[in-house]
């Protein structure tokens, strides 16, 4: 598809930008229009895209969906200025070069359709000529020259009102210059900054924006959480906001025309010679600086700026949202979900391997009730009777007093060797209201439901947080002051690209989970799930063919992706494609073996060279990709579970010291460092100059959520319940808890306590399960996990 420019087309154009052949991007393009997703194409298209990986096919797909808006949007502008009789050759020409949409707007500035200007009003009145003859020859004294453009009749009452309409003509030129605006816009955006001011009197009331009550940062160098921060402040009416133009010294006085006002002269031949107009020209350059494109480009880099701190959130929330999605599964094991509360209870639910509810209660372990020594028989008796391994605690209210109950139970009944996981309950509150829980779970209290999802996500973090929407997942920062749009479309790709990275027992899978497959829709998945109820399971991939309305499509886009585990053919239960199937009998009658046989069978696999099974339609990266799943069919690529063993005896903040070494979790990843639960239901804050020896410009490049990793106490405050930790554990702690680097550290050996399970679990403070508590300035998980952490 080529742009109106006939010059560069968008795969061009595209192909560019990510480094590879414009054969490639058409070849994407021509998929994506034909109906097939990002992960089917990354998966089963390899030869026709050339190898494009998923996040390039990703950035295609958003850099396609850009510049035909952008292509859209240029032919609107064409048909609006050609419709006012005022596109020549060269204006076209100037508005098919435009390579983005800031640019094609201003062109189309002078243009646009607006209310009456005094600019316009002025021109009717007759008064462009005096403008232009000013401007022109600026030897011409203005007084005199704007008497001859007195008319009563046409509102021009006197000289004076003459020269102010002649001024508000060129003012609305000058602002309106399409090169100039972009030249003195990345001025701005490289010498300028973003102040902001506490507002009087609401000191007290927005405590919680204090560090930017006298703020000043250039805006090349603003992180996205301090521009959100500042924009929550401001919408709170905490805030000033100003977007300076340059680096000016506070208190310092601009007596003459500024670096923007002199470049604005420039560009119309205005300049101080001593001439009867000059002053008044300069006069004109700078109304129009001050009144009209400083305003205009302030409100173009406020956007900017959002535009950029959006992007940057999102990206956070969606490599977040990935890492969660892809912890470690507990696995077919029997789990004991424990939903903490105190005058409500604790809600209990016991699932089996399976994931299916076997039993439920709730215990009044906590005050005002306090029958802990009930609670315990009663949790007790349920893990005996349904063989319980794993106990799954949610991390909001009464979490660490249950966490308590679950260590007392640990310790008195050893005999059932249990082991204790605290479980992110973020969105557990929003599934057990939703309507696929209640018809999933509907002879269940909301309130159980609530401890069914948090024992469930335990098992299958990902088969379980499909149920829920992303964004009440609670994994971002800011998300509440994001672009619904944006942020929906990113954490759907990432979704969807976890989903089909792991692949789907098509027999087991909810609705839910299935409508995140490639080619498959919420309709379809329902479709599926009922065929699969009335008819049993699906034996091999090829009877999905025979639900209702999974045509040819969408069964070419699914079915890679759903596996039949103890099916009629063991190939249904790897993620080679049922039209290469054919490959695989190849391969077989090449090696004289049964599939059996083969499957898993290393020694002879490693032996086989691929290149003698590439044909017209097979090429070498499918052909690979089958010998490798032949190899390990099926395999998950999620990590094995494991759990963080916190240290005996630091059960509570006041039990932490300088100099401490623990095992801890990384709860959450924000762009200036980590949270990480040591286990003394505090989150502490390792700052990104904690995290390496090494210069760390992203966070993520260290950590991730679900890590397991060792940290170092720095400081500890407790009346403000802080906690300062560092990863580099050879760095000296000072009196002040700030880190010496290059000094040995002193290990304090630390007994195992209790565990905690990797994968992106995060501390609670409080009800808020879907993550949206603001208390901090923040929206989501980034504000509770700085509430968590002390930060309020």
């Not at 886009?557 to 009629?568: K, M, N, S, T, Y």
Request: net charge neutral; proline share 5%.
């Amino acid at each position: 598809m080529a742009t109106s420019s006939g010059t560069v087309s968008i795969e061009r154009k595209i192909a560019e930008e990510l480094g590879v052949a414009e054969r490639q991007v058409s070849a994407a393009v021509g998929l994506l229009d034909g109906g097939s997703t990002v992960p089917f194409i990354a998966r089963y298209r390899k030869e026709v895209t050339g190898m494009l990986d998923d996040t390039q096919l990703r950035t295609l797909e958003d850099r396609l969906r850009y510049l035909r808006e952008l292509e859209d949007r240029r032919t609107a502008v064409l048909d609006s200025i050609r419709s006012q009789g005022k596109l020549d050759e060269a204006l076209e020409t100037q508005i098919l070069a435009a390579d983005s949409k800031a640019r094609l707007e201003d062109i189309y500035l002078p243009y646009k359709p607006k209310r009456r200007t005094k600019a316009q009003v002025a021109r009717e009145a007759g008064l462009e000529p005096l403008a232009d003859g000013l401007l022109n020859e600026p030897g011409t004294d203005p007084q005199a020259a704007a008497a001859a453009f007195v008319d009563a009749d046409k509102g021009v009452a006197d000289a004076q009102a003459a020269l102010d309409g002649a001024r508000a003509i060129l003012v609305e030129r000058f602002a309106e210059d399409a090169d100039l605006l972009g030249e003195l816009r990345e001025k701005m955006w490289t010498g300028g900054r973003l102040k902001s001011k506490v507002r009087s009197g609401k000191e007290e009331e927005g405590a919680k924006f204090a560090d930017y009550f006298d703020f000043s940062e250039p805006y090349t160098k603003l992180p996205s959480h301090r521009i959100l921060a500042m924009f929550r402040g401001e919408k709170e009416e905490i805030l000033d906001l100003t977007m300076e133009p340059d680096e000016t010294p506070e208190g310092e006085v601009i007596t003459g025309p500024s670096e923007f006002e002199t470049r604005i002269a420039q560009r119309f031949g205005v300049a101080d010679k001593g001439r009867a107009a000059d002053t008044w020209l300069l006069g004109c350059v700078r109304w129009a600086w001050r009144t009209k494109i400083l305003l205009h480009l302030g409100i173009d880099l406020r956007m900017r700026l959002r535009q950029s701190a959006e992007d940057d959130a999102v990206a956070v929330f969606a490599a977040n949202l990935r890492d969660l999605l892809l912890a470690a599964p507990a696995g077919s094991r029997a789990t004991m979900g424990l939903d903490p509360g105190f005058r409500t209870g604790v809600k209990v639910a016991v699932v089996d391997a399976t994931g299916k509810v076997v039993a439920h209660d709730t215990i009044y372990p906590h005050q005002p009730a306090n029958r802990w020594d009930e609670a315990l028989a009663k949790l007790a008796k349920l893990a005996h009777a349904h063989q319980v391994e794993l106990i799954a605690i949610g991390n909001g209210t009464a979490s660490r007093e249950t966490d308590k109950l679950a260590d007392d139970l640990i310790k008195k009944f050893t005999d059932l060797k249990l082991t204790k996981v605290m479980v992110s309950e973020a969105g557990a509150s929003v599934y057990s209201a939703s309507a696929f829980a209640s018809q999933e779970l509907p002879s269940l209290d909301v309130s159980i439901r609530g401890a069914v999802s948090i024992a469930r996500r335990l098992q299958d973090p990902l088969a379980e947080l499909v149920k829920i929407d992303p964004k009440s997942i609670g994994v971002g920062q800011y998300q509440h002051d994001l672009s619904e749009v944006s942020l929906s479309r990113s954490l759907d790709a990432v979704v969807e690209d976890c989903v089909n990275g792991v692949g789907v027992d098509v027999n087991t899978a909810s609705a839910p989970l299935l409508t995140r497959v490639s080619g498959i829709g919420s309709s379809l998945a329902e479709s599926i799930v009922a065929h699969r109820d009335q008819n049993g399971p699906f034996r091999t991939r090829t009877a999905l063919k025979e639900v209702a309305r999974l045509g040819p499509k969408a069964f070419e886009q699914c079915a890679g992706f759903l596996r039949i585990p103890g099916g009629d053919d063991p190939l249904d239960t790897s993620a080679v494609h049922p039209e290469a199937y054919p490959v695989v009998r190849r391969i077989l009658s090449a090696t004289g073996t049964e599939l059996p046989s083969l499957i898993g069978n290393s020694p002879v696999l490693k032996k086989l060279d691929p290149r003698k099974f590439v044909d017209d339609t097979f090429g070498l990266p499918t052909v690979t990709d089958i010998l490798a799943e032949l190899d390990k069919p099926g395999r998950d690529p999620r990590p094995a579970f494991k759990t963080a063993t916190f240290a005996e005896g630091v059960d509570k903040l006041s039990d932490l010291k300088p100099g401490m070494t623990l095992e801890g979790v990384v709860t959450n990843v924000a762009a200036f460092g980590a949270f990480i639960d040591v286990g003394v239901h505090q989150d502490g804050l390792a700052h990104v100059s904690a995290l390496s020896k090494n210069f760390v410009k992203d966070p993520r490049e260290v950590v991730k959520p679900g890590d397991i990793v060792r940290v170092k106490v720095l400081d500890v405050d407790v009346p403000r319940k802080r906690i300062s930790l560092t990863l580099r554990l050879d760095d000296e702690v000072t009196p002040g808890g700030r880190p010496e680097r290059g000094a040995n550290e002193r290990r304090q050996p630390q007994q195992p306590r209790r565990q905690q399970q990797g994968g992106g679990q995060r501390r609670g403070g409080g009800n808020d399960r879907g993550g949206n508590n603001s208390n901090s300035g923040g929206g989501g998980a980034l504000a509770d996990a700085l509430k968590r952490a002390g930060y309020r």
